[in-house]
């Protein structure tokens, strides 16, 4: 009974023009596209300048600043004023204001003052290109210390080093969720819609009258979903690494073990939901409404840490969560099975929670 059920369910499969082009064709768009949008890093900030010193150094710090490649000047301003109004236009995102006689108080005084000022609608805009600016201006300030013209003096040499990412490649931190969200995305989705298809279309009811069980009958629907998320998990690494180059450190193995606990949790909770949902549009908003809360408190785009402690309780219940640290550490760190089993068995918990959800939820008939 079981071959049988699993032979109806790969061809129901495959008989759709749509699903098997799915699978293959989204992973490859959503890995090529999505890396290159999804990025916090800050660029091409438009600067406004007022340079009441129009020394050699001032010149030389504000060339250093345009070299860097995150800067644009927008303009030169002869006041603050002027230059503010550029900000609240919008033409600007910061200001540097270098003060009348900078070149001199750094030759006899040993110190200069800069004002940085920032649009700080965009809280991350503003404040990572103000530390950005601040930055590259206190790796200018160590060009002028080993100047001949410029009197030695103290200070502190701070050299940071970077574990695991020392370039600070943001796409190194973000591809890996994003496969996470891939794979919820098409094993939740698909699964979902499956049963609820079938409600519309009448043939669920030939199914109820069968002698089938109804683990039977959930299992079967579940594994061409479990087949199809591997095949979007191959894609999706194999297109990380064709468009940009990067491949785990760790197992692959590893990967594969926390892939497939992860698409029996989504693909079980995909059928929770179309066994309460009455129609496609209902299992849609549902599954809708869920990927998109447990994406935002997984810590997909932001530090699960700086979240209000409810909100970390509630994303305790989220595969996601797990699957995507898991993701990130075996990507970037190269991190072993024993590193991570605090990830693992919270996962095989809720695939267990999901599955049995699903099949005790399921009705052969209406009440």
Not at 166 to 172: F, S, T, V
Not at 226 to 239: D, E, I, N, P, T
């Amino acid at each position: 009974m079981f071959k049988y059920l699993l032979e109806k369910e790969f061809k129901q499969f495959f008989r759709n023009k749509f699903l098997p082009k799915l699978v293959v064709v989204f992973p490859f768009a959503a890995m090529s596209i999505f890396p290159l949008v999804a990025n916090m890093e800050v660029k091409n900030l438009s600067l406004a300048v007022v340079d009441n010193d129009r020394s050699i150094t001032s010149r030389q710090m504000l060339e250093k600043i345009t070299s860097s490649g995150y800067f644009k000047i927008s303009g030169h301003f002869n006041d603050t004023k002027t230059a503010l109004k550029s900000i609240e236009k919008g033409t600007a995102d910061l200001l540097l204001e270098i003060p009348p006689k900078f070149e001199e108080s750094l030759n006899r005084e040993k110190i200069g003052n800069l004002m940085i000022l920032a649009n700080a609608v965009n809280a991350m805009k503003g404040g990572l290109g103000s530390m950005y600016l601040a930055s590259i201006i206190s790796d200018y300030n160590l060009i002028l210390k080993q100047s001949p013209q410029i009197p030695k003096t103290a200070a502190l040499d701070i050299r940071p080093f970077f574990r695991f990412n020392p370039n600070l490649n943001y796409k190194l931190f973000m591809i890996p969720a994003l496969m996470a969200m891939m794979m919820a995305i098409i094993c939740g989705f698909l699964p979902a819609l499956n049963i609820v298809s079938e409600k519309e279309n009448g043939t669920i009811e030939q199914m109820n009258v069968t002698p089938v069980r109804k683990f039977t009958f959930i299992i079967s629907k579940l594994i061409p979903y479990w087949v199809a998320g591997f095949v979007a998990f191959s894609l999706c690494m194999f297109s990380a690494f064709l468009f940009y180059g990067i491949s785990p450190k760790g197992s692959i193995f590893l990967l594969y073990l926390f892939a497939i606990v992860f698409v029996l949790n989504f693909s079980g909770f995909g059928l929770v939901v179309s066994n309460y949902a009455k129609n496609i549009q209902q299992a849609i908003f549902i599954m809708f409404f869920f990927v998109i809360t447990m994406v935002f408190i997984s810590g997909l785009y932001t530090p699960y840490q700086n979240m209000p402690q409810w909100t970390q309780t509630i994303g305790n219940v989220s595969p996601l969560k797990y699957f995507i640290q898991a993701l990130r550490m075996i990507y970037i760190k190269g991190a072993t099975f024993f590193d991570m089993q605090h990830l693992f068995y919270p996962l095989c918990v809720l695939a267990v929670f999901f599955n049995g959800w699903a099949v005790l939820s399921y009705r052969k008939k209406d009440n």
